[in-house]
């Protein structure tokens, strides 16, 4: 999606040369009162014949109207124009627009209050209603739309944030389209070849491990998850040196399990091929790479990918077997369908070396959490306040939530083995939570925090597909974290931990 940013008064808006114009008009607002130019008109109108209800997802569809260059104007309304709001009325005005000639579409944000911080809601729900996944069903329609102009008052004023929001929209795209890849065509490896070919795009830098390396690490976790698979594994190390060499970087860890069948401990036939989508948590962190590099933050970030399959095969790791992991604590594979904390063990233990500011995991990790916290929020854990904070801020902001969970000690007390430091499940109860204490077990010398993305990375049902989320949570952490500068104090563990 292309989008471009315009300096238009609300006056000059019905001059605009697209094909469909797109006005968010705020309840309680019927143009300037003594203007008359078609648009102010117009509003006057139908405002005095009620023709325009109040309320977000209200709309007034017109055609030819007198005076416009676009053959087709539609005012929504978007109540107060919060940014959810916003988002509301262009997601409902975008199922209007579906004209097959329709290439170009303008929105005019003019009448908002708070410009720039509609552009991103604005911008999400332009590009989310015209995403069309094509790489393996090419004789689906692609999207019509090809260019959006963001018709605002003042330019310049709002450049930044723009920016923001499209590099914000590319990275959701990019997210999206790699999640949604079936596992027969995003193998680990073609996961890291995908890594490869943005880094040389974006510009950053790309390293892969192979199965040699990662036995010579010492990765035991990782290599017993991906030991029943014919696909060999990935160990992705991305590299965004944005800031100084000293500054110590942001890590991201993104499971990238690109199929789990839950191995030996199998899982039912139903919706499996959802587990296609395991990968959710490594493609936001392609996603976020890509976006970081669009906007060159000031910072340092490094992204780390552990991607490989889950299979059930006579080389499988097996209910019971010992495994140990990179830090030397000794695993008892108990289900072997609990191979998120596997694999990220082993690539949290890895990040030690990055000696990073803070540590954040994505994964798909729980069906757990989609029953605490459904589509909405994703779960949120950690032991550290200010980071949890800031990532709550983030997700707010971002219009991508996430909700924090408790990480009292007492969760992790049905992870004791007789026969290893720690058993890798817990039993049903609370099972997101577990989930976590087993990763916190190998972020002692960090500051760490999780994202539980099982139930927001993807939709079921008719409407399935990756969501990019949480691309904008990240983004938006990132660039509040470059914004405070590399010199911000260091973080302090909070003493009582939750
Ligand atoms: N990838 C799944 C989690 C998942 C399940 C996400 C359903 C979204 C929908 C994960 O690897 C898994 O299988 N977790 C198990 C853990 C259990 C064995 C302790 C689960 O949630 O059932
Ligand atoms: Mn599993
Ligand atoms: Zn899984």
Redesign the pocket.
Known sequence: MNFELKTVSLAQSSRLAVDALLVIVPDAWAGEKSADDPLSLLLRQVTEHGDLEEGTGKYLMCYRPVGFKAARLLLARAGKGSPAEVRKAVTTAMGQLRQPGLRKLGVVLCALDDVAASLFPAMAAVADASYVYTTTKPSAKAASVREVMVAVPAADAVRARFEHASAAVHGVEVAREWANRPANHATPTMLADAAKALARKAGFHCQVLGEKEVEKLGMGAFLAVAQGSAQPLKFVVLHHQGGRKADAPIVLVGKG?TF?T?GI?I?PAAEMD??K??MGGAASVLGTFAALSRLKLPLNVIGLIPACE?MPDGRAVKPGDVVTSLSGQTIEVL?T????RLILCDALTYAERFKPRAIIDIA???????IALGAVRSGLFSSDDALAAALQEAGDAALDPCWRMPMDEEYAEGLKSNFADMGN?AGRAA?SVT?AKFLEKFTAKMTWAHLDI??TAWRGGTNKGATGRPVPLLLQYLATQSAQGADAPARKKSPGRR
């Open positions: 399990i789990d839950g401990s899982k959802e587990m989508f395991d889950n289900n369908d609990a191979e998120g798909t990790l729980t069906g757990a959490c989609v499940v099972g989930a099982a139930g």
